[in-house]
DNA sequence: GTCTATACTTCGATAGAC
DNA sequence: GTCTATCGAAGTATAGAC
């Protein structure tokens, strides 16, 4: 990942600073200066390398969503079949999210600012990540191993449960305290069992024929 | 609704507008003079009637979420079948994002808070939506109805993807508007429908009969 | 209860020395 | 390239007249 150059090292710095604070802050909620502090990094440095508080944000949103499309293409070229793939892809997933814990808030905090704050190339970059999965669900729809269901709609039934679980642990640990929770929600390696579960059965092609139980 | 009260109808344009603002702009992006002016009311009055920002955003959060947990309460007091049921809850819910369009944009954002900004009080009004829900999955279950599926996960399975997808809205008209997205995405009932018959594949108990294509 | 004017604070951004 | 000091804008909240 290029860690030699010095100049991409301190980008990654800075991508993790404002990762953190977008994610538990939101953009208009980010502070800069705490930005700076937790990069360890002079505030006036930040305004050089990225010039302004909205390009950081789109770099960090570029980055993010070209990696996980990457990711899903990476599971889209492997040779398993459909179903499978599908397993993975939710895998993948709650992989990527474990990796940079703030995935999920920043990516549901983008969806409800509607695209506010962001340019063309950083659109389409975002866009990467649903053209990744629609792709996977398109062929294994073509090979009859899937429902004829809009791969759109696959994908914001799989990605919306999984970004919001992830998100929603910090509320549940909240409710959880106060004792408003009558049961202890699952871990999240049990809940992407019950979502792969799911998604096996919403795209299942033969109901009359080996579901998975 | 207590419209013949005028403070009652004051605290409604105030909701109206804050829910426009905090939806779009989120907590921190929020601006109390832009809600005053929506309101078309002196800002003044606002901290008059609210006492703070703050308090205004839990006030409406708490008025919001338990109309959410009546509406599903009720439905769960009919004498439909679970999988009708399940049915009528997903048809609620965007239902009621049809009335109150804010709803998705700021729960989806709350949930990114991890519940900052908020009190006990407030916080148990939120508890309440995914209570009145679990206790409907939780007899569909018992009843035999439905697998043996934590109704809790059941409830981020099918709430998420309504909210995400809704709130998603804006932006997929961005991506569609930039031309980077290569279909178009269905409309909200199409998307209910295919979410219903999702969670009806998801939570059936006997694979083998009666799965409705 | 309602409005005007303003106090006080915080934040994004930059100028300028090194 | 890096840091200190600071500016100007914008924000929440309130004091005080009516």
Redesign the pocket.
């Known amino acids: 990942m290029l860690w030699h150059d010095p100049?991409r090292c301190?980008r990654s710095a800075f991508f993790a600073a404002a990762a953190h604070e977008f994610a538990s802050r939101g953009y208009a909620g980010?502070?800069?200066?705490r930005i700076a502090q937790r990069a360890r990094?002079?505030?006036?440095?930040l305004?050089?390398h990225f010039?302004?508080?909205?390009q950081l944000y789109r770099a960090l949103l570029r980055t993010t969503s070209l990696h996980v499309a990457a990711r899903l293409r990476e599971v889209g070229e492997s040779s398993d079949r459909p179903e499978q793939m599908m397993d993975r892809v939710i895998a993948t997933f709650a992989e990527i999210a474990r990796e940079r814990a703030f995935f999920p808030a920043v990516m549901l905090r983008e969806i409800a600012e509607g695209g506010a704050h962001l340019d063309r190339e950083t659109l389409a970059a975002l866009g990467a990540v649903p053209m990744a999965f629609s792709a996977i669900v398109a062929r294994g729809v073509a090979a009859g191993a899937f429902r004829p269901v809009p791969p759109i709609v696959a994908y914001f039934i799989t990605m919306a449960p999984l970004m919001v679980y992830m998100a929603a642990a910090p509320i549940r640990r909240e409710l959880a305290k106060s004792r408003l929770l009558p049961v202890v929600p699952p871990d999240l390696d049990a809940f992407i069992g019950h979502l792969q579960q799911t998604m096996r059965r919403a795209l299942e092609n033969e109901p009359s024929l080996g579901i998975t139980t």
């Open positions: 100049r301190l980010a502070r800069v200066d990094v002079n505030k006036a440095m305004y050089y010039g302004s508080k909205r």
